[in-house]
């Protein structure tokens, strides 16, 4: 007969993993891809609401570049309150109202938004530095440095 301290009858549980708050990488566009997001008045409003939803829901924005007719962002999300289909819809609102102050009439938005769960720091890394170059390759400026309409607001890491 073996040693029941040796081998148990049963396996020790295992301590359960801390939930990982969820970290994204999310694009959202303007309808009909329409240039309209290269201002300094919708980056200070970006800006602003990032701040705000930080402070009232502890939504972290990362790194994040507002392309004329797109927005790429790194956002982290709490596990309770806000979800992130939330946050994105009243993103959108907020920068509208910016729009509209512009004269510039609606539909400012494309439909829904694409959003990747990252999973490892160098996923993180990789989509930035890609992200980055989008100035530089759409003949915006010389160097991804150089655009004005970029940024990082919180550090993110894993």
Partial sequence: MSDPSKYPRRPPRITPFKKLVPFYFVTFNTHGRRKLLD????HSAFLDFSHRAYKEYDVEVGCYIIMPDHIHLFVRIPLEGITLKKWIQTL????????LSQNVEKPHWQEGFFDHLLRTPSSYGEKWHYVQQNAVRAGLCAHEKDWPYQGEICRLSF
């Avoid at 201002?39 to 919708?42: F, S």
């Avoid at 959108?92 to 729009?99: F, I, N, P, Q, S």
């Fill in 92 to 99: 959108k609102a907020v920068l509208g109202k910016t729009l």
């Fill in 39 to 42: 201002t300094a008045e919708l």
